[in-house]
């Protein structure tokens, strides 16, 4: 209420309460409660006489409710409206200044007896006040129960929400969605209030701790794998569809007569222990004129899965198998991948093979492709085929054969420039729910197992070279390295890597061949995958096209498929990076008050003292907080500085 002191034109300068502030308001914006009476001095506000208006005299004046209640009675008999004078004479008996100002506040208030239209006061009919008194009950309860949800937020309480309130939920979905780091939606006033309440930042790694302590988010949940195509896993009609297959796996298919039987030669698989998708194996045989030939047995899995099928296309949306510290997800359901699709010790499976031999050098003297029948006599873990190299028995003669061509293959791709850095390489895997540092060292087992399917991947390449044939072939830049000097300079292993590597350009895909710079070939393309990579599929479809005097597809339609199959790749390394950073960040929160010897590599950013260091324990190289001046080789102490797995933080300090 005011104290109208003049006006100008539509324009009316008022003293606005008991503190008479003085504003200016438009007169469309006023309604007149009472003339000022007859000689009367201009008051300086509504305290003032002759209003003498506060707080006490307006409750005073005030009616009693049941009075109210008694005028809309009489009204609604009555119908019709009355001028406020009078509806404030039928309601208190009585009119003035204060009890006309006490009715006017009162009807503006929260009540539901009456409407105000133009000055102009009615009752409200019985059905709508009825219909009122239920919505305002309803939002009284709601309000209750969103007070209680914050207050949950406040107390950070466990909660279950199915016994929230829609517009709770509602809030509770817009915490995950900002926790999953897609903030893009405002988040109300009051749920930031309740945040504030809950000292908790508006930002996702604050969000993440609150949620863990409602029970609704999973603290090593990741992010960036929310909502994919891994997140969702195979539809029950992909799952059906594997099942189909499943049954099919054991009965004739197109094109079995024709596969080159290699039952009889004594195959091996060699892989990590959990492993349990086979998809490639090793055999040597001795030609009848006494040649050594390494055969390099590879799974088939494009013998049950067609292309442009359903299962064919989601491979093609998932690109490759998604590999995580707790465990993998898989390119196909599991029960094809570690069924049909593997090379299964010790029974009949479809394969392509490739068989090379090598010259005097460890150059390809000959090669050949074809799709066949193998069967693996054993399976071996890298720990027991490394032993088996050590000890050298009899018995054993195929293994260690290929071990020493293997070997040779190998020093000839060095001297043709291939870039080997072998070393120790440190990995977090989860067992039971608990970070486990996995330290994988270089053994002659593993090399024979990668030379072997580098080996297979150049004579693949070399064939479709050959054949102009369109392949996802791999190539890298040539590099400028380090001279000989700087490189002889810096001590063997990691810190002499680190110059190379930081030489190093990225891996391209093209459907032309071209020199791959690290792996010292003229040409080169993954083809010993195809349950976990879908470009190795690719390339076994183009063979089999060739095989089959058919056309393979040409360069536009397999750069079609190579830009498809891509989108999923880049998705699922952005995912595995995501989750071996935050399940280090978990093992360092774990291990907060160690400290290990490290050596530095390189500097990151210098002008922020950011360096790479080598950790041999851990076989990790790490960013962090390194001295001035520190050079490569020098030896330092690291520990750690601050981790949050939820905030998605890791600061390390190395000293001296």
Known sequence: MAVLVSLTGNKAAILVGVAGKRQQHPLRELELLCR????????????????SLDGQALQYALPRPRDFGA??????????????????????????????????????GPQLLFRNRQGQIEARP?????????????????????????????????????????????????????????????????????????????????????????????????????????????SPELEAEAERLLALAGQPMAGDGERLDLTHLRAVTIDDEDTRDIDDGLALELTEVGIQRIWIHVADPGRLIEAESPLDLEARRRGSSLYLARGNLPMFPHRLTTGPFSLRAGERNAAWSIWVELDAQGAVAASGVHRS????????????????????????ADLLGLHALLELRRRWRQGQGAQLMDQLEGRIRVSDGVAELEITEPGPSRNLVAEAMILAGAVVADLGSSQAMALPYRNQLPATLPSQAELSALPPGPVRHAAIKKCLG???????????????????????????????????????????????????????????????????????????????????????????????????????????????????????????????????????????????????????
């Open 36 to 51: 000022l009476p007859a000689g009367s001095t201009p008051p300086t506000s509504i305290k003032a006489s002759p209003w």
């Open 71 to 108: 005028a809309w009675l009489l009204m609604q008999e009555m119908g019709g409206a009355l001028p406020l004078a009078d509806w404030v004479e039928l309601v208190a008996g009585c009119d003035g200044p204060a009890v006309r100002a006490a009715c006017w506040l009162w009807l503006l």
């Open 126 to 234: 019985s059905d709508d006040l009825r219909r009122l008194r239920k919505d305002r009950h309803r939002q009284a309860l709601l309000d209750r129960l969103q007070d209680q949800w914050h207050g949950f937020l406040a107390h950070r309480k466990r909660i279950d929400p199915s016994c929230l309130a829609p517009a709770a939920r509602s809030e509770l979905e817009l915490m995950v969605a900002w926790a999953s780091g897609d903030g893009q939606e405002p988040l109300p006033a009051g749920l930031r209030q309740a945040l504030q309440t809950a000292r908790c930042e508006v930002e996702p790694g604050a969000i993440r701790h609150l949620l863990v302590d409602l029970g609704q988010w999973d603290p090593h949940q990741l992010p960036s794998l929310r909502s994919t195509t891994w997140d969702h896993g195979f």
């Open 373 to 396: 029948w193998v069967k693996p006599t054993y399976r071996l873990s890298y720990r027991d085929a490394d032993e088996l190299i050590e000890l050298a028995p009899p018995q054993e």
């Open 506 to 656: 990225r891996g391209l895909t093209s459907t032309t061949p071209a020199p791959h710079f690290s792996l010292g070939l003229q040409a080169y393309v993954q083809a010993t995958s195809p349950i976990r990579r879908y470009g190795d599929l690719l390339v076994q479809r183009q063979l089999l096209a060739h095989s089959q005097g058919l056309e393979p597809l040409g360069a536009d339609a397999m750069h079609d498929l190579i830009n498809q199959m891509e989108i999923g790749i880049r998705q699922a390394i952005a995912i595995s990076r995501e989750d071996q950073r935050h399940w280090q960040q978990v093992w360092f929160e774990d291990h907060s008050q160690g400290q290990w010897q490290a050596i530095f590599l390189r500097w990151l950013r210098p002008q922020d003292q950011l360096g790479l260091v080598h950790v041999e324990e851990l076989g990790m190289d790490l960013a962090a907080e390194c001295p001035d001046g520190c050079q490569p080789a020098q030896n330092l102490v690291l520990r750690v500085q601050l981790v949050d797995s939820l905030r998605d933080q890791l600061r390390l300090r190395a000293t001296q």
